[in-house]
């Protein structure tokens, strides 16, 4: 078992591409900003959805649902499923914020970095043809700068249709190391589960490579 194991992940790895990661981030960061408040803010969501529905060639399962944020916030999250085969299993989520606080700011690594993290991923599990036994949620979240709005509406949104999730990973800001940090990536240990936290550690060790750090929040 373990050695299939080992295989999936690999094939999953291997059909990640460097080149699609950039040309995604440097897409996104062209726009003038992504605030949630602005017009570009939900061209930047549309630009998201539209790029997730362009793979529904090679998966015709995969849905795209744009969630509101709410009061005056124009931008909607944008969430993206691939159906396990088990819908009661409980999901996966992988997600990270897309939005930026202010005009003008590219946003690259907060969280444009993150952001791209998602898409690659949702773009090598289809490439690499993986199914699941779990639904695989890929989340934009909205508004996160405004204090974590399209996220909350989110959770509303999977509670009031009963989606079950039996796992979360976010992404921000991973796209630069300071002069201070002395791993290579950082793994955040308060309000996380530890037992998931040093699982994902021991597959960077054994697939990315490089040394693992801890944070908190």
Same mark, same amino acid.
């Given at each position: 078992?373990?050695?299939?194991?080992?295989?999936?992940?690999?094939?999953?790895?291997?059909?990640?591409?460097?080149?699609?990661?950039?040309?995604?981030?440097?897409?996104?960061?062209?726009?003038?900003?992504?605030?949630?408040?602005?017009?570009?803010?939900?061209?930047?969501?549309?630009?998201?959805?539209?790029?997730?529905?362009?793979?529904?060639?090679?998966?015709?399962?995969? #849905?795209?649902?744009?969630?509101?944020?709410?009061?005056?916030?124009?931008?909607?999250?944008?969430?993206?499923?691939?159906?396990?085969?088990?819908?009661?299993? =409980?999901?996966?989520?992988?997600?990270?914020?897309?939005?930026?606080?202010? =005009?003008?700011?590219?946003?690259?690594?907060?969280?444009?970095? =993150?952001?791209?993290?998602?898409?690659?991923?949702?773009?090598?599990?289809?490439?690499?043809?993986?199914?699941?036994?779990?639904?695989?949620?890929?989340?934009?979240?909205?508004?996160?700068?405004?204090?974590?709005? =399209?996220? #909350?509406?989110?959770?509303?949104?999977?509670?009031?249709?009963?989606?079950?999730?039996?796992?979360?990973?976010?992404?921000?800001?991973?796209?630069?190391?300071?002069? #201070?940090? #002395?791993?290579?990536?950082?793994?955040?240990?308060?309000?996380?589960?530890?037992?998931?936290?040093?699982?994902?550690?021991?597959?960077?060790?054994?697939?990315?490579?490089?040394?693992?750090?801890?944070?908190?929040?």
């Amino acid at each position: 078992f373990r050695l299939k194991l080992s295989r999936s992940i690999a094939s999953l790895v291997e059909a990640g591409s460097e080149k699609a990661f950039w040309n995604f981030l440097a897409t996104l960061t062209a726009f003038p900003d992504r605030s949630a408040t602005t017009e570009n803010g939900v061209k930047a969501a549309k630009y998201l959805g539209d790029y997730a529905l362009s793979l529904r060639r090679y998966r015709s399962d995969l #849905k795209v649902t744009y969630v509101p944020s709410g009061w005056f916030y124009k931008q909607p999250s944008v969430l993206v499923t691939l159906p396990g085969s088990d819908r009661n299993a =409980g999901g996966v989520v992988i997600g990270g914020h897309f939005d930026t606080f202010s =005009g003008g700011k590219p946003g690259a690594d907060d969280d444009g970095s =993150g952001s791209a993290v998602v898409m690659e991923s949702l773009r090598a599990v289809i490439a690499s043809g993986a199914r699941f036994r779990r639904d695989l949620h890929f989340i934009w979240y909205a508004a996160e700068e405004r204090g974590l709005v =399209g996220s #909350k509406n989110v959770v509303s949104y999977f509670s009031d249709q009963k989606i079950p999730v039996r796992a979360a990973m976010q992404f921000d800001m991973v796209g630069w190391n300071s002069s #201070k940090d #002395k791993d290579d990536i950082y793994l955040i240990q308060d309000y996380t589960n530890a037992e998931l936290t040093g699982t994902v550690a021991q597959l960077i060790s054994q697939y990315v490579g490089g040394s693992v750090g801890y944070t908190r929040c």
